[in-house]
């Protein structure tokens, strides 16, 4: 006869069976799935390596590319700008470093850099565009027309182009010495920019921004900077806005003048400013706006080229 004793001991011993089938079949899963885990650990780590040498080499042809930009720079643009007068505007997000080299190199094209003009972060402020509007139309010389257009920008560059830039046709200024003194005293004593001693008006313009513009109102502060730089366009024999390579996307300044076809058609962008092959451009593309043409140039998807035709 079978005791109840007999029945616990068979229930246990069922119970462990199972219980060791559990620990022995998991720690074969758990075996495989290391194994399986490791392998794929070397094969993502050997990815990373591949694409870290990768990148070590793409930086080291970047930086080649570079060095050589700068070397033949001068020799590159040596000209192309002679007897040409250049005015530089700064965006408050333009880095000092393009702005020099810029400036040097304009000088080794032979053009003559007449000042410039900084706009400060107050200048592209949506919550300031309305006292901008105010103290443009407040500050207007006598005998220059302000565009129709309502918003700041083209209002300012409309203000800031007949100061900046002499008449394309007769080669004169558009105001007095003391007029332009005047306004940009105003413009100045209003937080909108800041401007550098003895600025005279040249016939051509380059506007330097940074790259993409981030945060609150970004797409009204790029806007702002686009229509500044296009009305400046139309004020004088040319202009260039050039800046940094996020600058040319949807959110910034040369991305909101390349959406659109008649901004596009008068001004010329330059999408990697930072470079020393896109300051070479820049001054090219200065020596074809007075020619009356324009172009989308850089390396961003929406350039048309690299850098301007080069006749000869």
């Known amino acids: 006869m079978i005791s109840l004793r007999y029945h616990v001991i068979s229930i246990g011993a069922v119970f462990l069976a199972l219980a060791l089938g559990v620990v022995l079949g998991s720690t074969a899963i758990s075996d495989r799935l290391l194994s399986g885990l490791s392998s794929d650990r070397e094969q993502l780590a050997r990815q990373v390596a591949d694409l870290q040498a990768e990148n070590n080499s793409l930086q080291a042809r970047l930086a080649d590319a570079e060095a050589f930009g700068s070397a033949v720079g001068d020799r590159a643009v040596r000209g ?10 700064t965006t408050a997000s333009a880095a000092p ?4 080299a810029l400036t040097g190199l304009l000088r080794s094209a032979g053009a003559t850099v007449t000042g410039e003009v900084q706009l400060t972060e107050a200048f592209t402020d949506p919550a300031r565009s309305a006292q901008l509007i105010d103290l443009t139309t407040r500050l207007l010389p006598a005998g220059v027309t302000l565009p129709t257009a ?5 209002l300012a560059g409309g203000l800031l182009g007949s100061l900046l830039l002499v008449d394309p046709e007769t080669g004169q200024p558009q105001a ?6 005047a306004v940009l005293a105003g413009l100045g004593d209003g937080g909108f920019i800041r401007s550098g001693p003895q600025l005279q008006p040249a016939q051509l313009a380059v506007v330097l921004t940074g790259g993409a513009v981030s945060g609150d109102g970004s797409g009204d502060r790029a806007g702002t900077v686009a229509r500044f730089a296009t009305e400046l366009d139309r004020s004088g024999s040319g202009a260039v806005l050039a800046g940094r390579p996020g600058s040319a996307a949807g959110n910034g300044a040369i991305g909101v003048v390349r959406a659109d076809t008649a901004a596009s058609s008068l001004l010329s962008t330059v ?8 300051r070479v451009t820049t001054v090219l593309a200065l020596a074809e706006q007075f020619e009356g043409r324009a172009g989308r140039y850089g390396t961003a998807g929406n350039a ?3 850098a301007p035709d080069v006749a000869g």
């Open 97 to 100: 470093e393009d702005r020099d």
């Open 304 to 306: 048309q080229a690299v």
């Open 150 to 154: 309502p918003d700041a920008g083209t």
């Open 80 to 89: 192309v700008l002679a007897d040409r007068s250049i005015v530089i505007v």
């Open 271 to 278: 999408d990697d400013v930072g470079s020393a092959a896109g």
């Open 176 to 181: 007095s010495p003391e007029e332009t003194a």
